[in-house]
């Protein structure tokens, strides 16, 4: 599945880096909406409020990691600052994003 989320980000996103902050929201989006199971997602939208828990949490960094890189986002981060747009930060932050 990791790999599927992948091919997708990329096929979203062609013609724009993968680290912009534009590609890490639309990735972002596209994640919470398979693990989440749902179509509403705004940038202030919370994880947690939509429905994430401990587990979808832990798929989340994983399909982060796979895409972004080690430590791209942290649990903690996640944990403490479940926003859409906070994490994208984050993430860009970590990965370097342009």
Excluded: C
Aim: hydrophobic share 45%; no cysteine; charged share 20%.
């Amino acid at each position: 599945m990791i790999q599927q989320a992948t091919q997708e980000h990329v096929s979203m996103n062609q013609g724009i880096s993968h680290r912009s902050t534009e590609a890490i929201e639309a990735f972002l989006v596209a994640t919470w909406r398979e693990l989440l199971e749902t179509d509403d997602i705004q940038t202030e939208s919370d994880f947690f409020d939509l429905g994430g828990t401990s587990l979808t949490a832990i798929k989340l960094l994983a399909r982060v990691e796979a895409v972004y890189g080690e430590n791209a986002l942290s649990p903690e981060a996640l944990f403490s600052t479940g926003q859409l747009g906070q994490l994208v930060v984050e993430i860009a932050t970590s990965a370097g994003a342009s």
